[in-house]
């Protein structure tokens, strides 16, 4: 029995040794594209899914009916191979003809497009807010370590005049005592 689960252990091992995963991340108005190189007489197969920011399952709906993916992987001669438009998840599997440089490209395939640039202007304008908020908490720091910087030095100048007093009352002590020791002792 444990011989069996080591056996089916390495075998499960061997089939996803040969896996990879791509993460990508889409702008609105981008198009990514990766290749890789495969012999002939491989099967190929991928899923696809896309993932919103804050979102880690499902977008909600309203981004949802805005958005899609436009998937295409081509062969290296130029034969599409799988050709998927407004899709938010799916899967294609192949198997190669002809060894070469196999292309899969990516990109967000908006109903209209000047919805995703609207979209993309959106998340900008978000970031500028974010940005502008992070401004505004620096400057409060800024003012708030400024007013410390302003009490530290009126307390040192204060004590920078008090410890010249003493110095000054300490010599004036010390003369009228030499003075006085010298005209005791009638050397002046």
Known sequence: MAQRSVVLALALWCLVADGEAVWLELSTTATKCFSERIQ??????????????????RPILSIQVILGLLLQVTSP?????????KVMQGQFSFNTAEPGVYLAC??????DKEL???LE??????AVQAVH???MYLRSKESDMRDVSDWTNFKITWLSLMSLSV?????????????????????I
């Open 40 to 57: 002939s007489n491989v099967v190929v197969i991928g899923d696809y899914d896309i993932l919103f920011d804050g979102y880690p399952t």
């Open 77 to 85: 001669y130029g034969k599409v191979l799988h050709h998927r438009e």
């Open 106 to 111: 990516f990109s967000v395939d908006t109903l």
């Open 116 to 118: 995703g640039v609207a």
């Open 121 to 126: 202007l959106t998340k900008l304008e978000t």
């Open 133 to 135: 908020g992070n401004l």
């Open 167 to 187: 110095c000054v009352i300490a010599s004036i002590a010390q003369l009228w005592h030499l003075k006085r020791f010298f005209r005791k002792k009638k050397l």
